[in-house]
């Protein structure tokens, strides 16, 4: 069964990726790279670097007990290292390689043809219909989408904190990248694939990014089963204090994840600033608020929490609503997220260790399809965009049902197959006893203090 397990693993990235072998990259040649521009994008680019290391790294650490903390951190930061040589590998080519409707291709790997167009402004899938332009050289470009592709599977790891072997993140990091995340960000983000020809938007990764990892979280907290003692034993978190550090760290770098996928730095990045601020606000509110009355007392956690659901809920609408639309936005994800990580978890008994699913997955739902509704159309009708107008309304809402649903299916269904496929190679989790003895002894030899 093992060597059966093994083979399927080493077949199915080439049997997905053979057929995809098509045309390279294009570069705008009478365009010029615009200064201002290329520095905001440059800034974005660090600011969503900083969302996972050290931001989600102490979001993540603050909220497990002492024995994981650094097995948690590890996972971010280690995940930031792998997943950039994957990209660079292979994953850039299939995400933004023109390819067909749902993959890219082969022209790009490894970076292929980088060398000689560096310094020109690039343009995706230049030479099909709905071509974009930008301002920015490639090398920006592909930086900056790295960076999501690498916050993505590391949202992953709060669903199955404090159990799944180091050796079987490693493996399933590059499968799902290569086999998940990229052929959905080529779905969403490339002209060529079939929902941004449908359609739907996505400004900066509610599905790409959000309901991919949610979907994805659940799913592996599923597969992984519940932690040791779970319902029973004290797993508080050990330091809240590391936890509202990370937050914040995410909030400030959040500036650069929505404001930065304008591309530009004109008057739609400033709106997706400003209602991103706006979203996160009043989704803090939402649930303090809920909590205090329901609970009876407001917690740092639960506001901590409301802040990443706004920002989660805002993120796919950040560039194309008004700033009335974002505190809609940030007040239904604040409640709806506080539920789902409260009530839902424990009605259906799933152990989504640090909520990925309750407020990465659902929040980003709750974004993607109220872009649908509250999208307001002269924000996304531009001089480089001039077909791509999002006006809120049944046609649009129905797109943004399609693109969630689709997601979330082939995420549910691919990662399940992979968790399978490395659970009979090396296995996923630890051990009762590594549990019971932590993942910071266990699985890297060493002690928090």
Known sequence: MKTLARGAALALPALLLAPFLLAGPAFAQDAKVDAGDTAWMLTSTALVLLMTIPGLALFYAGMVRKKNILATMMQSFFICALVTVVWMVAGYSIAFGNGNAYFGDFSRLFLSGLATNWDKPYSLAAGTDSAVATTIPETVFLMFQMTFAIITPALIAGAFADRMKFSALCVFTVL????????????????????????????????????????????????????????????????LGLAVIGAALLWVGWFGFNAGS????????????????????????????????????????????????????????????????????????????????????????????????????????????????????????????????????????????????????????????????????????????????????????????
Request: proline residues 3%.
């Open 262 to 449: 304008a591309l530009t730095a004109g008057g739609r990045a400033g709106m997706a600033m400003l209602v991103t601020q706006i979203a996160a606000a009043a989704a803090v509110l939402a649930w303090t608020f809920a909590e205090w009355m329901l609970k009876g007392k407001p917690s740092v956690l639960g506001a901590i929490s409301g802040a990443v659901a706004g920002l989660v809920a805002i993120t796919p609408a950040a560039g194309f609503v008004l700033p009335g639309s974002a505190l809609i936005i940030g007040l239904i994800s604040g409640a709806v997220c506080f539920w789902a990580a409260t009530t839902l978890k424990h009605m259906l008994g799933y152990d989504d260790s640090l909520d990925a699913f309750g407020v990465h997955g659902i929040g980003g739902i709750i974004g993607a399809l109220l872009t649908g509704v509250l999208a307001f159309g002269p924000l996304s009708a531009d001089a480089k965009n001039p077909d791509g107008v999002v006006i809120g309304g049944m046609a649009q809402f129905i797109n943004q049902v399609i693109a969630v649903g689709a997601t979330m299916i082939y995420t549910a269904i691919a990662t399940f197959i992979l968790l399978k496929i490395v659970d009979a190679i090396i296995g996923l989790r630890v051990t009762d006893e590594e549990e019971r003895e932590g993942l910071d002894v266990v699985l890297h030899g060493e002690r928090l203090g």
């Open 176 to 239: 799902w990248s290569l086999l998940v995340y990229s052929p959905v960000a080529h779905w969403v983000w490339a002209p060529t694939g079939w929902i941004f020809a449908l359609g739907a938007a996505d400004f900066a990764g509610g599905t790409v990014v959000h309901i991919n990892a949610g979907v994805a979280g659940l799913v592996c907290a599923l597969v992984l089963g519940k932690r040791l003692g779970y319902g029973n034993d004290n797993m508080a978190p050990f330091n």
